[in-house]
């Protein structure tokens, strides 16, 4: 059974760092998709970034050069490092994946959309004020 969790949130200062965690299990050594995203209050759910089983990511506008989003394999581990964080970064965190067995790894990239992705941790927390 897949699961995704997440770890890592907090309340910092603005110009502060995080590294979000999401652990995975259950995964099979398939093609598949995984991101990152986040909502607050007022706004709709937005993909900031995103990784696929070919290697490549995609990175949000509003967080490029700031954010990095990286997988250890062996660890079944997904992070997003989160720099010189803003206000506006305050949201719930979600992990996200999705599978796509008719494909192998290389054949599948990223997106940032979340109807691209069909499993979904239970969210962290991330708040940023003075």
């Known amino acids: 059974q897949v699961q995704l969790v997440e770890s890592g949130g907090g309340s910092v200062q603005p110009g502060g760092s995080l590294r979000l965690s999401c652990a995975a299990s259950?995964?099979?050594?398939?093609?598949?998709?995984m991101g990152w995203f986040r909502q607050a209050p007022g706004k709709e759910r937005e993909g900031v970034a995103a990784i696929g089983s070919n290697g490549r990511t995609r990175i949000a506008d509003s967080v490029k050069g700031r954010f990095t989003i990286s997988q250890d394999n062996a660890k079944n581990t997904l992070y997003l490092q989160m720099n010189s964080l803003k206000p506006e970064d305050t949201a719930m965190y979600y992990c996200a994946a999705k599978f796509l067995p008719q494909y192998g790894r290389t054949m599948v990239g990223p997106s940032l959309g979340s109807d691209d992705h069909n499993y979904w941790g239970q969210g962290t927390q991330v708040t940023v004020s003075s």
């Open positions: 259950g995964y099979p050594n398939i093609g598949y998709r």
